[in-house]
């Protein structure tokens, strides 16, 4: 959407000071995220502060590329003679200033869709209702935070027959400046049940949040309210609803519901309703090909987000985009390869159908891009690799809502150092850590030098620390620039021996210290004797001094206190005798949330990122980041007093039907969860196992199950934390015993 604003229209929008010369440019967009420009003229950056960033970081490389137009909350320290600066107090605020201005302008209705869960998927299927009989237009993707609704409105053309927009809040004050930009004439909530995450308090605050959408608008479709669901058109048409499970269902209800209020719907249009991918899930191709599967949308606002994730995965390898177009998008065409080609995409393939003859894929990252979704199955299905059906899922924009969520509860001066050892917990090295780079990490932790050299060779430039460094690994440390935690006299020594032998001096290392869990560490009693050796010995200098809580989940065990009181002793006689500062820290995850007086220079996070805490308040404010999903392999009709499984541990007591899944304990689907101990969920239904848990498969009682059903393992309705605690451990050795041979995807909203 071209904006069209003069400088004066701007300051005056904005209520802005300005510094350099007006700028002569119409503001035709906005633009906030640096590594996204690919063109420059006529746009305006707006250089939004995150949690431990501030919009100042992101001008230079900015105006870099092009960007002579800024929007900020003061005046840069250097000030280019050729931009024009636009001074607000605040640029988020002045961001959803420009959409409410914009929405004025709009002269179709807006349907705002909001509620706990569902919002995404209601309203891309509203879209898919009646898209083909009115020109409807949508947020793109998952756009509905403050932010997202923002570059949402922002995004509308001027004329139009509808808009479906999404609204999302998380706490108080929020739902108002949402209200503010959207101006809904009609709601939609998809449920108010916010047994979720949320900083509300109570679900009838998050409830009363919600009902500020609702001021001035014509009507509101409740889904928590069946009856407004059930009228007799849309009757006829739920029978033609292909899924069965519970939540699907319900949300295609509502879609019906609403979609029957601006038009006729048919039959073949339900039977249609799309099962929607994630965005940018990620998966393994063929001859060592990355898979980005974008099949979620056409809007080519989102076609920016998606080449900035292409090219975050791409390091190393050429980048390829393939992108399937409906015979009604071929006017897209131009348009698109437009961005392609300034997004510097090596190859790019457009069609409408698949050629008989495919483009080889050999080490490259390829973007599949377009709403085609049978073209897109189609064209996954002849390049994915062929691997096992039960499928570990990993989100993404979960794991930075988490980081974020620790960042804003941390002191501005608190560092982070993020665990990535075991694989970043099973979830995969590479892409975990990425992801949490871009979040703004200080640093990496890792287990074994191994692990830090696979960072180094991924191109992680950061500080990392290795907690387990043997004297075998101290020469991988040295040549990648790893930085040992040292926990013993001999160990020191063995580590000062080979600097002596390789010529280095003042190489970085973390002192360990035992305050009480009795593993690896220094004593206290050792401290003197570390001076002297420290005060010796040119060969290192202390980054950090570091320990390790024992009851950190047991917030009032009197062993906190003791370990707290102990570190801060030995900090105090080590400060007090090196001549240079170092870091301290001690919490873990579970520290970080309980104890913010002793967050000392750094935390280390790691299964906090992934959404588990012993605080359930606390854990409320975080995402599960973690799904793992198989198939049915066969459905069984069984006699009474038929055994199933090993030792015939089980007899059925009545006729009954049975699943067998493709997931055993070499999955990680613990053997002590057999004989219904233990269970899934399939089309809502949990469904317990029956006999013994084998190594490949387990038999679930499923009285109601279909053969093309998904079987959820963890997700939303087994969580992480209660599919551990039937397994009688803890959520950490359920995400590292998830066997290799399972499937990783990756996906990112």
């Not at 996204?36 to 590329?65: C, H, M, Q, T, W």
């Not at 191109?459 to 935690?485: D, H, Q, R, T, W």
């Not at 006699?639 to 067998?660: M, N, T």
Request: contains cysteine; hydrophobic residues 45%.
């Amino acid at each position: 959407m071209k904006l069209n604003l003069t400088h004066a229209q701007l300051t005056d929008l904005l209520g802005a000071a300005h510094i350099g010369a007006p700028t002569t440019a119409l503001v035709q967009e906005v633009i906030f995220d640096s590594r996204k420009i690919s063109r420059s003229e006529g746009v305006a950056f707006f250089g939004l502060n995150g949690p431990k960033r501030s919009g100042f970081d992101f001008v230079a490389p900015a105006y870099a590329k092009g960007i002579r137009i800024f929007v900020l909350d003061q005046q840069p320290a250097e000030v280019y003679p050729d931009a024009t600066y636009y001074i607000v107090e605040e640029v988020l605020a002045a961001l959803q200033q420009l959409a409410a201005f914009h929405r004025k302008r709009i002269n179709y209705p807006i349907v705002a869709i909001a509620g706990a869960i569902g919002k995404t998927t209601v309203k891309e299927w509203i879209y898919h209702l009646l898209a083909g009989q009115s020109k409807v237009q949508r947020s793109p993707k998952s756009y509905n935070s403050q932010l997202g609704v923002a570059l949402s409105i922002l995004q509308l053309p001027l004329e139009g027959d509808l808009a479906l927009i999404e609204a999302a809040v998380s706490k108080p004050g929020e739902m108002e400046k949402l209200h503010a930009m959207i101006k809904p004439n009609f709601v939609v909530f998809t449920t108010r049940n916010a047994g979720f995450r949320h900083e509300f308090g109570s679900d009838a605050a998050y409830s009363q949040a919600l009902d500020r959408l609702t001021i001035d608008c014509e009507w509101v479709l409740d889904g928590d309210q069946p009856a407004e669901l059930s009228t007799e058109s849309a009757k006829a048409l739920f029978e033609n609803i292909p899924f069965k499970d519970p939540v699907r269902l319900h949300n295609a209800k509502l879609a019906i519901a609403c979609a029957l209020r601006f038009g006729p719907c048919t039959s073949k249009d339900v039977a249609e309703l799309p099962k929607l991918a994630n965005r940018l899930e990620t998966f393994e191709g063929i001859n060592d090909a990355t898979l980005i599967n974008d099949a979620y949308t056409l809007d080519l606002l989102a076609f920016e987000g998606s080449f900035a994730f292409l090219k975050s995965v791409a390091k190393g390898k050429s980048s390829m985009v393939c992108c399937l177009l409906a015979e009604n998008q071929a006017h897209l065409k131009e348009e698109i390869i437009g961005l392609l080609l300034a997004n510097h995409i090596d190859n790019y393939f457009i069609w409408t159908t698949l050629p008989a003859v495919l483009p080889d894929i050999s080490n490259q990252v390829v973007l599949i891009k377009g709403n085609q979704h049978l073209l897109t199955e189609a064209l996954l299905a002849k390049w994915k690799r062929k691997s096992h059906s039960t499928v570990v899922r990993y989100d993404l924009s979960a794991l930075q809502h988490n980081l974020r969520h620790y960042q804003q509860s941390l002191a501005p001066t608190t560092q982070i150092l993020a665990m990535v050892k075991a694989q970043a917990y099973g979830a995969g090295l590479d892409q975990i850590a990425k992801q949490l780079l871009a979040g703004g990490v200080n640093y990496f932790g890792v287990a074994y030098a191994d692990e830090g050299v696979l960072l180094r060779q991924a191109g992680i430039k950061l500080p990392i620390l290795v907690m387990n460094a043997e004297p075998a690994g101290f020469e991988s440390c040295i040549e990648y620039k790893l930085e040992p935690a040292i926990y013993s006299p001999a160990h020191l020594d063995a580590f000062i021996r080979t600097l002596i032998a390789a010529q280095i001096q003042d190489y970085p290392i973390h002192l360990k210290f035992d305050t009480g869990m009795h593993r690896l560490g220094f004593l206290p009693e050792q401290t003197d004797y570390l001076l002297q050796t420290l005060q010796a010995q040119p060969e290192v200098c202390v980054k950090s001094v570091y320990s390790h809580m024992a009851c950190a989940d047991e917030p009032q065990h009197p062993m906190n206190d003791e370990q707290i009181k102990s570190f801060k002793a030995i900090c105090s006689k080590l400060e007090s005798a090196l001549p240079y500062a170092f870091l301290k820290h001690l919490l873990n995850s579970e520290g970080a949330a309980h104890f913010p007086q002793a967050q000392f220079d750094m935390v280390r996070l790691g299964i906090g990122l992934f959404g588990v805490n012993h605080d359930p308040q606390f854990e409320l404010q975080l995402k599960p980041v973690i799904s793992w999903a198989s198939q049915i392999s066969q459905l069984k009709h069984l006699k009474k007093g038929a055994c199933v499984g090993y030792g015939c541990s089980e007899i059925l007591e009545d006729d009954s039907q049975i699943a067998v899944v493709p997931v055993g304990y070499a999955d990680g689907f613990k053997r002590n969860l057999s004989n219904g101990v233990g269970g899934v969920y399939i089309d809502g239904n949990f469904c317990p196992t029956i006999g013994r848990v084998c190594m490949d498969m387990i038999m679930v009682l499923a009285p109601q199950a279909r053969l093309d059903a998904e079987v959820e393992i963890i997700g939303t309705q087994q969580t992480l934390s209660s599919f551990a605690e039937k397994a009688q451990t803890i959520p950490y050795e359920i995400l590292t015993s998830i066997s290799p041979r399972v499937q990783r995807t990756y996906v990112n909203d």
